[in-house]
């Protein structure tokens, strides 16, 4: 099975700050990465497939990047809605996995 | 509008056998770039994948619980079923099934989730 390590597992954060959240595969994946936002009691949501595309109706504060078996996560400008746990998910090969989590609190 | 939703008992006693059904509207389960996924996520833990399957009958399985997971569809009813045999309190979770795009590379992506369905395993 592909490990998905993110860092860090969480983080605090105040408005207005950049944010960067890393997930290294334990092996190859190509661009064969996503990214998700959990709220408590929500449904995780889609904000990047393949890296680096955004998924249509999320902001444009989020951006993927990254290729091979490092990727990150970059919120520009954390907004209160903001706070909440993300995670990224590889689909190289099954299993899928997902990483660990990062939990963004307020600062 | 697509939407997902789950369905099935809040309760099971250890070593009983759970049936999850999620009923899927506004996309076609023949469709073969488009598949439904099993995920779940234990309280206070991270997500985890469970089980996938396609219009092709393409299943896939976690690795972990590949001996007591088996994945199906009726597409007439738009319904997935997820069964999950011998339940231990450890398997305790909301579960959450997913629609699941592919796209020409193969690449997939879970979009959008049911709301979810927490499941206790309690005597």
Request: proline fraction near 6%; charged fraction near 15%; include cysteine.
């Amino acid at each position: 099975d592909i490990q998905m390590t993110q860092s860090p597992s969480s983080l605090s954060a105040s408005v207005g700050d950049r944010v960067t959240i890393t997930c290294r595969a334990s092996q190859y994946i190509s661009t064969y990465l996503n990214w998700y936002q959990h709220k408590p009691g929500k449904a995780p949501k889609l904000l990047i497939y393949a890296a680096s595309s955004l998924q249509s109706g999320v902001p444009s504060k989020f951006s993927g990047s990254g290729s091979g078996a490092d990727f990150t996560l970059t919120i520009s400008s954390l907004q209160p809605e903001d706070f909440a746990t993300y995670y990224c998910q590889q689909s190289y090969s099954t299993p899928l996995t997902f990483g660990g989590g990062t939990k963004v609190e307020i600062k | 509008q697509v939407t997902l939703k789950e369905s099935g008992p809040v309760l099971v006693k250890p070593t009983e056998t759970l049936t999850l059904t999620c009923t899927v509207s506004g996309f076609s389960l023949n469709n073969p770039r488009v598949g439904v996924s099993w995920i779940r996520q234990p309280p206070g833990k991270a997500l985890q994948w469970l089980a996938h399957i396609f219009s092709n009958d393409e299943k896939s399985y976690s690795t972990s619980l590949i001996n007591r997971l088996t994945i199906s569809k009726d597409t007439s009813k738009s319904h997935v079923v997820l069964t999950v045999t011998n339940m231990d309190p450890v398997d305790t979770a909301t579960y959450y099934c997913a629609r699941i795009l592919r796209d020409a590379y193969n690449r997939d992506w879970f979009d959008p989730w049911g709301q979810g369905t927490l499941v206790t395993v309690s005597s």
